[in-house]
């Protein structure tokens, strides 16, 4: 079966700081890991990988992915209080198109 | 990215109803998903909706309880049905394109059952 898993789970920061959220997987055929922001109830695309060690960067967000260590790591710089969401990470793997999901990283972002 | 409408936005039912939910895709794509969302908990897939055939269901969920439509290349609906309190949850429709993993989601349907 496949499993992500994501941590930490919460994280509480203050404006201006960078954070690092972590997602490991285990899937049958890997074949990309995506992160996607959740603020109500729609999860919003942030990024795919599927080449390790090619950073995806888009503003202040960056992504990169080891396929040997199978792990992806998200980073945020300057966060602002508009980063308060839910990060998720999923997985794509095996003969099909379904996601595998992890449980997500609650990310608070004080002024 | 595609746009993606779903409806009703939330609804609150009595328990032992039923209750469809509609997603429209303002394009053609090739594969539609729907997803529950638990409170507190991650997504869960519930099924792919294949265009013009019985959904694909995923383990622990079944036809009679979670009735999928999709009569086209744009539109789906789910049904939840005998609702119960433990079906309480965010219902997300998302939409790819064949050959990505990447996969798009509507804006959600908060459902509560009392």
């Known amino acids: 079966e496949d499993k992500v898993v994501q941590s930490p789970l919460s994280l509480v920061v203050h404006e201006g700081d960078t954070v690092t959220l972590n997602c490991s997987y285990e899937?049958?055929?890997?074949?990309?890991l995506l992160w996607y922001k959740q603020e109500k109830k729609a999860p919003t695309f942030l990024f795919m990988l599927?080449?390790?060690?090619i950073e995806k960067k888009s503003g202040r967000l960056s992504s990169i992915l080891d396929k040997k260590e199978l792990f992806s790591i998200l980073n945020i710089t300057a966060t602002q209080t508009g980063d308060s969401a839910v990060y998720l990470c999923?997985?794509?793997?095996?003969?099909?198109?379904?996601?595998?999901f992890g449980k997500g990283t609650l990310l608070t972002v004080n002024p | 990215s595609a746009v993606i409408s779903q409806k009703p936005s939330r609804d609150i039912c009595q328990r032992g109803t039923s209750l469809t939910i509609q997603c429209q895709v303002d394009?053609?794509?090739?594969?539609m998903f729907w997803y529950r969302q638990q409170p507190g908990q991650s997504l869960t897939l519930i099924a792919t909706?294949?265009?013009?055939?019985?959904?694909?269901?995923e383990s622990g969920f079944v036809i009679d309880k979670f009735p999928i439509s999709r009569p086209n290349l744009t539109f789906s609906t789910l049904t939840v049905s005998n609702m119960s309190p433990e079906d309480s949850s965010i219902y997300l429709c998302?939409?790819?394109?064949?050959?990505?993993?990447?996969?798009?989601f509507g804006p959600g349907t908060r459902l509560t059952v009392l």
């Open positions: 998302s939409v790819a394109s064949v050959s990505t993993d990447t996969q798009y």
């Open positions: 899937v049958t055929n890997f074949r990309s």
């Open positions: 599927t080449s390790s060690g």
């Open positions: 999923a997985v794509g793997g095996g003969s099909n198109y379904k996601l595998t």
């Open positions: 394009s053609q794509v090739t594969m």
């Open positions: 909706a294949n265009q013009g055939s019985e959904a694909t269901y």
